[in-house]
């Protein structure tokens, strides 16, 4: 019995991460090829789109920890970053034009705030009411964004409302770039898509790091009893609907977390981003990467993406292929991309 | 001596139905008391009034004298008062020995903890092996529960009630659907418990009632028609009346 807990002295790396080393090799392995990427592909287009894939990867790994470790789904998860973009973006351009960590951390805290007692009255329902109202509350943000002109600048976005804003901001007529400073070390600006490239994984790996810490702790043990079976979980002690916010709370401050560094790069943020298509986008990239894995969403957001990218380019009608794959991959991939990985991982161990 | 669990003039109403009739018991710790009754006599009903998964319709449950009618089920289950289902309610996707840490580290502290890792917990997963290993569940310890056979699978579902650190242990039909090798087994283990906690055991084997039992209560119809030490109630005339011409409970009549 004792021999499972009884491991090996690894190294501080592994045995701080708890990662199996192969992972743990993997984990290196890819954000190493991440922090070069930017000198191999120099077409800021495509910088771009990596920001994004790493945004959008952000948002749909905070999905996971819902869907994937705590068994709830949100249809619109998407709303939580608009939410945050609205807020990081308005706090630029209303109160401080100058910092970009104090706008994340509004954008963050904003978000929390709001999900909050939307968390508290969804917990007390179950299932399937659980999953619409997350819809019936992601429609009214959006109607809210799409709405309230004067704030929100309606349907243009932000940059519609730029003009009530500092007059410093409004003399520009967009949101300001702003200096990524790290005490008083300036490390760049947003104006340069590899400096935002770089913000953002930065951001991204640590909320990584810190949120696999988290879903292999004892806080998500607990998470994983409330999704396997939610009458016992209540049985063995847990407060179900405590744990239920805390994992949704989790889930959309990382989200807004998201929606902050889409501001930084976008600077702009519109109300079709909060939309329901998005929502399910979103909830694709989860199924597509495989759920309950966290780096499998990254890699359906990326697979995503680049798929959007190439049959957009392509054909006017690309909803109708990316269709065609999301179909194809759910049929014969039930388990997302990661499902494979860990099919094939597993063969040799099982022998043992 | 003061009761750990007691009920006065408990009522549960499903609609027109009347499922528990002003049940008043008292169960006291290191007991072993078996409640029995024919189908549909509400024994399910109490037992889930007790622990909170049904609301009462009247009257009160106290645990140690305290009311308790309106408490959570998770609060319940911090105060000592666990349980086992009828038909197997245990964590599928997770390992056995997951299942039953889960457990422990309720009772033992831990959930708040964020960023530590989980065998960090060492009191936690000590207590969940010893468990294991009290059920003999070693060999499939690190297999996932939806592998195992529904034996070692009813064995989980005790082991779960067990981890929670019980005060009052309710057993709804433990040996349901098991080999009589694995009834024994059970069996064993229940008559163990009976000597640390106070034990509540539903059951439909009479024999196996008749022979492990501290004391009876004979539910019909949602009330108590008879409590008693085993010998009393098989000699019981009202008892005998509520099943007669029930084959099934025969051996509750042969065993005068």
Redesign the interface.
């Known amino acids: 019995m004792s021999n499972r807990t009884n491991q090996a002295p690894g190294s501080l790396l592994r045995r701080w991460s708890g990662a199996h080393p192969l992972s743990l090799g993997g984990f290196v392995l890819v954000v190493a090829g991440m922090v070069v990427l930017p000198l191999v592909v120099t077409n800021p287009f495509y910088q771009n789109l990596w920001t994004r894939i790493l945004i959008f990867g952000l948002l749909a790994m905070s999905l996971d920890v819902l869907l994937g470790f705590t068994g709830l789904l949100s249809f619109m998860h998407n709303s939580y970053l608009g939410l945050a973009a609205y807020a990081a973006g308005l706090f630029t351009i209303n109160v401080n034009p100058e910092s970009l960590w104090l706008a994340m951390l509004v954008g963050v805290v904003f978000t929390m705030i709001i999900a909050w007692p939307v968390g508290w009255l969804q917990v007390r329902t179950g299932g399937l009411a659980f999953a619409l109202l997350t819809m019936a509350f992601g429609m009214m943000y959006y109607t809210v964004a799409w709405k309230w002109h004067d704030v929100t600048g309606g349907d243009d976005g932000l940059v519609a409302a730029i003009e009530h804003g500092l007059p410093k901001v409004a003399e520009e007529g967009m949101v300001p770039y702003l200096d990524i400073n790290l005490g008083p070390w300036n490390l760049g600006n947003t104006s340069d898509p590899v400096h935002v490239y770089y913000l953002v994984l930065f951001i991204v790996v640590v909320a990584f790091i810190l949120t696999h810490r988290m879903v292999n702790s004892p806080l998500g043990a607990v998470l994983e009893a409330i999704r396997e079976n939610e009458e016992r979980a209540s049985f063995v002690g847990i407060n179900v609907r405590r744990f239920k916010l805390i994992g949704w709370l989790v889930a959309c401050g990382l989200a807004g977390l998201a929606g902050t560094l889409w501001m930084f790069l976008e600077r702009n943020i519109a109300p079709d981003t909060m939309h329901a298509f998005e929502g399910a986008e979103v909830l694709m990239m989860v199924l597509l990467g495989g759920m309950g894995s966290l780096w499998g969403p990254f890699l359906g957001a990326g697979i995503f993406i680049l798929l959007k990218d190439c049959l957009s380019s392509a054909t006017e009608h690309w909803e109708i292929y990316v269709g065609l794959v999301v179909i194809f991959l759910v049929l014969f991939l039930p388990k997302g991309v990661a499902g494979l990985s860990s099919m094939l991982r597993r063969k040799p161990s099982e022998n043992k | 001596m003061e009761p750990i669990i007691s009920t006065k003039d408990l009522m549960r109403t499903f609609g027109g139905v009347t499922a528990l009739n002003l049940v008043s018991l008292d169960i006291y710790d290191k007991q072993l008391r078996s409640i029995i009754g024919p189908n549909g006599a509400g024994k399910t009903t109490l037992i889930n009034v007790i622990?909170g998964?049904l609301g009462a319709s009247g009257g009160e449950v106290f645990y140690r004298g305290q009311p308790i009618t309106n408490y959570?089920?998770?609060k319940r289950?911090?105060m000592g008062i666990?349980?086992t289902?009828q038909i197997n309610?245990?964590?599928?996707?997770?390992t056995v020995?997951?299942n039953i840490?889960?457990?422990t580290?309720?009772?033992l502290g831990?959930?708040?903890?964020?960023?530590?890792?989980?065998?960090s917990?060492?009191k936690?997963?000590q207590e969940a092996?010893s468990i294991?290993?009290r059920l003999n569940l070693?060999e499939v310890?690190?297999q996932s529960v939806e592998n195992l056979a529904y034996g070692d699978q009813r064995l989980v579902e005790v082991g779960?009630a067990l981890?929670?650190d019980p005060k009052v242990l309710l057993l709804d039909e433990p040996t349901a659907g098991m080999s009589p090798k694995e009834t024994r087994h059970i069996a064993r283990l229940i008559q163990e418990l009976a000597k640390e906690v106070a034990v509540v055991l539903v059951e439909h084997d009479v024999e196996l009632v008749m022979t492990i039992s501290d004391r009876l209560t004979v539910l019909h119809q949602g009330g108590i028609i008879a409590e008693g030490p085993p010998q009393e109630i098989s000699n019981n005339c009202d008892v005998k009346d509520a099943y007669l011409g029930s084959t099934k409970w025969a051996p509750l009549l042969e065993t005068d």
Do not use: P
Request: hydrophobic residues 40%.
């Open positions: 622990t998964k959570s089920v998770h289950v911090r666990c349980r289902f309610s245990i964590f599928m996707g997770l020995y997951e840490r889960i457990a580290q309720l009772h831990g959930s708040g903890r964020v960023f530590a890792r989980r065998t917990l060492k936690v997963n092996e294991v290993d070693n310890a690190y779960i981890a929670c």
